[in-house]
Structures are given as structure tokens and as C-alpha cells.
T-cell receptor, first 113, second 111 residues
Framework: ETGVTQTPRHLVMGMTNKKSLKCEQH?????MYWYKQSAKKPLELMFVYNFKEQTENNSVPSRFSPECPNSSHLFLHLHTLQPEDSALYLC????????????FGPGTRLTVL | QKEVEQNSGPLSVPEGAIASLNCTYS??????FFWYRQYSGKSPELIMSIYSNGDKEDGRFTAQLNKASQYVSLLIRDSQPSDSATYLC???????????FGAGTILRVKS
């Protein structure tokens, strides 16, 4: 595997379900990010991790819970989501934080019924 | 005021023409500027980075930066139908360790 991978690529869940999104980067980077992309809206930064430590939470509702066990892996745990949470969820990584180049995974297309 | 602004388009150009995409930003302290290309249903792909005033060329792509006027542009020469995509401008935030993205410009290259 190369670059940034995400699983699953597509996810359909009910509002009462609990699911997790997984991201793995093979680039040796130290920073990882979760973004949300809804139709016709700019990318919304959700969380930033640097060396496994969360450095930014962009006022994200608690029904989204991130986890970063090491610099290569990032999870987004989902529970009791709402239909308006349906979107493309993108993971990205960069060598370090500080606004440098970020490289994106393929994304998870999430549909909440 | 939006931090990074782009014309949403669509910008339509004929095949072989030059496509010009523009982006303005509000944070005067920004130092890093990026252009991403996003095909429909896919994730953003980094195509250009620029850090200094002036032009930076890479193949058919030229990024132009003017910090005094707070704008960055992307020129695509000899546009091809395969260039049809949404182009996202991203600028680093001086006060945060993050990139701020514009909403993107849709480019359509017609053969």
C-alpha cells in the first residue's frame, strides 16, 4: 500500500448505529487530519493530530470521536449520526502541522438514513 | 468575509486554450499556497505548491502568487478535456497549523 488509504470507501448507516472509519498513511508523516466535504461546500476541517496528539477540534459534535493510536493510523468513530452528517469524509496527512502540503486519502462516502 | 475565495464557475474553455483560475485570501501572514485538483467523486490531488511571489511552472501548469494583492492563480496551458475538474485553492493560516480551502472552481474543457 502506498500513500493514504481509507476504509471503508462507502458506508450506509442508520441513526442508531455505531461505525468507525479508518485511515492509514504510508508516507512517514507526523500529522493527520479529518475533513468533511458536503456538496457545494468548502472542505471543513474536523480534527488535527500531530505526533498522535490532538491539536485541533473544530467545534465538531461529540457524535464524532477521533482516535489516533500512532502517527500512521487515524480513526473516526461515529454514533447516533444525523442525516445531515451524510458527506464525503476525507483523511489527509502531512510531514508536520504548520500549514504545509497535505495528501489526501480516497475518502469514505457516508450516507446516514 | 471568507478566508479564501474562488469563483465557483463553471469556467468553460475550448480544448487547447489557456484556463485561468483565480483565488484571493484574507490572511496577510499566509506563506504557503496550494492548488488541488478534484475529479467528481474523487479526493483532492495536490498539483502545485507556491511559496514566493512570482511564477512557478510545472509542465502545463503555472502558479502565480502576488502577496501584496493577496491573490494566487493557476494557469493551465493547452487545456485538455481530462483537465475538467474542480480546482481547490488552499492557503495556510498564520494563526493555526492548518490549511484553509476555498470552495473550488469548476473547470470544463470542451473538445
Amino acid at each position: 500500500e502506498t500513500g493514504v488509504t481509507q476504509t471503508p470507501r462507502h458506508l450506509v448507516m442508520g441513526m442508531t448505529n455505531k461505525k468507525s472509519l479508518k485511515c492509514e498513511q504510508h508516507l512517514g508523516h507526523n500529522a493527520m487530519y479529518w475533513y468533511k466535504q458536503s456538496a457545494k461546500k468548502p472542505l471543513e476541517l474536523m480534527f488535527v493530530y500531530n505526533f498522535k496528539e490532538q491539536t485541533e477540534n473544530n467545534s465538531v459534535p461529540s457524535r464524532f470521536s477521533p482516535e489516533c493510536p500512532n502517527s500512521s493510523h487515524l480513526f473516526l468513530h461515529l454514533h447516533t449520526l444525523q442525516p445531515e452528517d451524510s458527506a464525503l469524509y476525507l483523511c489527509a496527512s502531512s510531514p508536520q502541522t504548520g500549514g504545509g502540503e497535505q495528501f489526501f486519502g480516497p475518502g469514505t462516502r457516508l450516507t446516514v438514513l | 468575509q471568507k478566508e479564501v475565495e474562488q469563483n465557483s464557475g463553471p469556467l468553460s474553455v475550448p480544448e487547447g486554450a489557456i484556463a485561468s483560475l483565480n483565488c484571493t485570501y484574507s490572511d496577510r501572514g499566509s506563506q504557503s499556497f496550494f492548488w488541488y485538483r478534484q475529479y467528481s467523486g474523487k479526493s483532492p490531488e495536490l498539483i502545485m505548491s507556491i511559496y514566493s511571489n512570482g511564477d512557478k511552472e510545472d509542465g502545463r501548469f503555472t502558479a502565480q502568487l502576488n502577496k501584496a494583492s493577496q491573490y494566487v492563480s493557476l494557469l493551465i496551458r493547452d487545456s485538455q478535456p481530462s483537465d475538467s475538474a474542480t480546482y481547490l485553492c488552499a492557503v495556510n493560516s498564520e494563526y493555526g497549523n492548518k490549511l484553509v480551502f476555498g470552495a473550488g472552481t469548476i473547470l470544463r474543457v470542451k473538445s
